[in-house]
């Protein structure tokens, strides 16, 4: 009873990002301080990742002051937020479209967010939308786009492709957000891991015919995304791929509907 108190500082750190926060332990298991957020760390100004045409080189805009492509940004897991997304995504379409080229999105929604949130508190689940994000970008091509959608839901938009590809990029995701692993410890190494987060996708996409709009592909994922939360979560539902799309990429689609991911 007499010992030196030990020190009851502890840390949650991603096995994705390899960032650690400050946190106090708190009657029997490790929950976050209300400490200085994790998205408050401050970083250079880049581009989102998923804008098409890389860094902004440090260009700021003459009216507001702020670098370049700041304001498309999702402070905390980088990729493009709402309002970058609205402009990039229209883009990207448009350029697709021109070229003869099919698009699928990708709507990924987090099962296990709420319960890390509840359970662990909003700096761990900070950490888990940050691994999460870090999947999204190791799982997509440097040419397509990534953004967060809100809360816990992700967006991916694949120029170029069927939506039948579109599915094994799905299932990367999936399995990758599978592997997340952020630990939950105290400074002498003992606690434990946050594990077994799962996610849902939505899959829509197939050729641009004209009238198709980015409105279109999102209400397709996310009636899709709808099928397979409510089949359980954890797996892959696409939509019928859209009018027009050739009858050969509309069998794949068939063909990959009784897998796991269909």
């Known amino acids: ?136 970008r190791a799982s997509i091509r440097d040419g397509d786009l990534a953004g967060r959608f809100g809360g816990d839901e992700f967006l991916g938009l694949l120029p170029g492709v069927y939506p039948a590809a579109a599915l094994a990029v799905a299932e990367r995701i999936r399995d990758g957000i599978s592997r997340i692993r952020v630990r939950v410890g105290v400074d002498d190494g003992s606690g434990a891991g946050v594990t077994g987060c799962t996610a849902s996708i939505g899959v829509a996409g197939g050729a641009l015919l004209p009238g198709v709009d980015m409105v279109d592909l999102l209400r397709r994922a996310d009636a899709a995304l709808r099928d397979a939360k409510l089949a359980g979560g954890d797996r892959i539902r696409a939509a019928d791929p859209l009018p027009g799309t050739c009858p050969h990429h509309r069998r794949l689609r068939l063909a990959q509907a009784g897998q796991r991911c269909g």
């Open 1 to 136: 009873m007499g010992g030196k108190r030990r020190s009851v500082s502890a840390w949650v750190k991603s096995a994705a990002t390899g960032m650690a926060v400050p946190t106090r332990a708190l009657a029997g298991f490790t929950r976050p301080a209300a400490s200085r957020p994790v998205a408050a760390r401050e970083e250079p100004a880049r581009r989102p990742t998923g804008w098409p045409g890389g860094g902004g080189g440090g260009e700021r805009c003459r009216s507001c002051g702020q670098p370049v492509g700041y304001w498309s940004t999702d402070k905390l897991t980088g990729l493009l937020n709402r309002w970058g997304w609205d402009d990039a995504a229209q883009d990207t379409l448009d350029r697709a479209r021109g070229r003869g080229h099919p698009v699928a999105l990708l709507i990924i929604d987090l099962d296990c967010f709420k319960r890390v949130n509840d359970e662990f508190g909003h700096l761990v689940g900070d950490a888990v939308l940050q691994a999460s994000a870090g999947v999204l």
